[in-house]
C-alpha cells in the first residue's frame, strides 16, 4: 500500500499511450453524463434569456434571438449526438463535441456584444459562466488549455473587429485572462484528481487480481467465488468423487542425505509438474502432506461420475509417465505409488485466517489406504473406480486388502489406459 500511495501523490498529466487510452474511456461516461446535464440544463436557460430580452431590452431581440435559437439549436445537436454509442464511447468524439459547444458559445456572445448597446462590457459575465464548466467537461488539462484558448482568441479578435472601443478591447482581455487562469488552474486541479484517482483504482484492481489468483490458487473457482461473496460456512456433500493419493516411497531416507534448499527444489520440480498434470486432466489439487500428494475428480461434477474417475485414473498414469522421467533427470532411487477410490466425500473450507480447502469421508480414508498398501511403483484403485472407468482401461487383480473399521476390498492394479 505504500507503494501505491507514494505513486499516485505524482502530479501526472498525460500517461504513456495504451495507459491514456483506458483512462480517457473511463471517465467518458461520466463526461457525457456531465455534458448531458449541462446541456439540458442549457436548454432551458434560453427561453429564459429570450425571455429577459424582450422585457428588458426588446430592441436588442432581432440581434439576440437568432443566436440565441443557432446555440440551442447546436446543443440540441450534440445531445441527440450522445445518443449515439459510437460517439458516447469516444472520447475522441467526445473532445471535439465540447471543445466545439465552447467555441460556439464564444461566437454567439461576439454576435449579441456585436449588436447591443455596450454590449463589449454587459456580456462579458457571459465568458465566466462558461469558462467555469471547462474543467469538469474536459478529458485533460492540455484539452482545458486549447479550448480556452479558442475561446479567449475568439473573443479577443471578434470584439477588436466587431467594432469595440480599445477600452473594451481592454476590459475583454482583463476578464478572459483572469476567467481563463481560473479555468485552467481548477483543470489542473481536476485533471491532477481524476488521474490520481484512476491510478489508485488500477493498482486496487491489480491487487484485487492478485488476490484473486492466490485464491484460486489454493482454492476451486467455485469456492473462491462463494469466499469472495462473503459466504461464511462452505461444506458440500459430493456423492459420486473420486479421490487420489500419492506418496513418494524411500524419500525420507533419501532426505536425510540432502541439504534443506536441495529438498525444496526437489519436491518443488515434482510437484510442479503433478500440478501442470492436474490442471491438464481438470481435475482438482486438494494438498500436500509432506512427500504426498492428494487430488480429487468430479466434486462438482456428480452429473459425470465416470468421467471425472477416467479423469483420475489419466492422472495418474501421467504421473507415473512423468515421475519416471523425473528420477532418471535427477538420479535418486525413489519410487511413486497411488491409491485411488471413488465414492461420497465432504468437501469445505476450514479455518478463519490460514484457511484450506479439504475433503473428509470414508472414501479419503479408503483412497490412503489403497495408496499406502500399493506395491510400490504401481497404481491400485478399489473395484468402485473399476466399474466406473469402464472396459477401456487394462486393470490386474490384486487380491484383497483389509482396512480397519472397513471391510475387506477387492484391489485392483491400473496398468494401462484406452490405447
Not at 504426498?292 to 489419466?314: F, N, V, W
Request: charged content about 20%; proline content about 4%.
Amino acid at each position: 500500500m505504500n507503494r501505491i500511495a507514494r505513486r499516485v501523490t505524482r502530479q501526472r498529466l498525460r500517461f504513456p499511450p495504451a495507459q491514456e487510452a483506458a483512462y480517457r474511456h473511463s471517465v467518458s461516461g461520466r463526461i457525457v453524463q456531465i455534458l448531458q446535464v449541462g446541456g439540458l440544463a442549457g436548454m432551458v436557460a434560453v427561453p429564459a434569456f429570450i425571455s429577459n430580452d424582450l422585457l428588458f431590452d426588446p430592441d436588442a431581440v432581432a440581434n439576440t434571438l437568432p443566436v440565441r435559437l443557432l446555440v440551442a439549436a447546436l446543443i440540441g445537436a450534440a445531445l441527440i449526438a450522445f445518443r449515439f454509442r459510437s460517439i458516447a464511447a469516444s472520447p475522441t468524439a467526445i473532445a471535439w463535441i465540447t471543445c466545439g459547444l465552447f467555441v460556439s458559445f464564444s461566437l454567439a456572445l461576439v454576435f449579441i456584444q456585436a449588436g447591443h448597446a455596450n454590449g463589449f462590457l454587459v456580456t462579458v459575465p457571459g465568458y465566466i459562466q462558461v469558462m467555469v464548466f471547462i474543467p469538469i467537461v474536459c478529458f485533460s488539462f492540455v484539452q482545458a488549455l486549447l479550448t480556452v484558448i479558442s475561446m479567449a482568441l475568439v473573443g479577443i479578435l471578434g470584439a477588436q473587429f466587431g467594432g469595440a472601443t480599445s477600452i473594451e478591447v481592454k476590459n475583454l482581455i482583463n476578464w478572459l485572462g483572469g476567467s481563463s487562469a481560473f479555468a485552467l488552474g481548477a483543470a489542473f486541479i481536476v485533471d491532477s484528481a481524476r488521474r490520481r484517482s484512476f491510478e489508485l483504482e488500477q493498482e486496487l484492481s491489480a491487487e484485487k487480481a492478485r488476490v484473486d489468483q492466490l485464491l484460486l490458487n489454493i482454492l476451486p473457482e467455485s469456492i473462491a467465488e462463494r469466499l469472495n461473496n462473503q459466504e461464511q460456512r462452505i461444506a458440500d456433500y459430493c456423492p459420486r468423487a473420486t479421490v487420489l493419493f500419492a506418496d513418494i516411497v524411500g524419500f525420507t531416507t533419501l532426505a536425510r542425505n540432502l541439504r534443506p534448499g536441495e529438498v525444496l527444489d526437489l519436491l518443488n520440480d515434482l510437484f510442479s509438474q503433478f500440478d501442470m498434470l492436474v490442471e491438464s486432466h481438470d481435475v482438482e489439487k486438494i494438498k500436500t502432506i509432506g512427500d504426498g500428494y492428494m487430488a480429487a475428480s468430479g466434486l462438482y461434477q456428480a452429473d459425470d461420475p465416470e468421467k471425472a474417475a477416467r479423469a483420475a485414473c489419466d492422472l495418474a498414469l501421467d504421473m507415473q509417465v512423468a515421475f519416471d522421467q523425473f528420477r532418471r533427470e535427477w538420479k535418486v532411487e525413489i519410487d511413486l505409488r497411488v491409491g485411488l477410490h471413488s465414492g461420497p466425500v465432504v468437501a469445505g473450507v476450514i479455518g478463519v485466517r490460514k484457511f484450506a480447502f479439504d475433503l473428509w469421508g470414508d472414501t479419503v480414508n479408503i483412497a490412503s489406504r489403497l495408496e499406502s498398501g500399493c506395491p510400490t511403483g504401481n497404481i491400485q484403485i478399489s473395484h468402485e473406480t473399476v466399474d466406473l472407468i469402464g472396459p477401456g482401461y487394462k486393470v490386474s487383480h490384486c487380491g484383497a486388502i483389509d482396512i480397519p473399521g472397513h471391510r475387506t476390498r477387492e484391489t485392483f492394479l491400473l496398468l494401462s489406459g484406452p490405447a
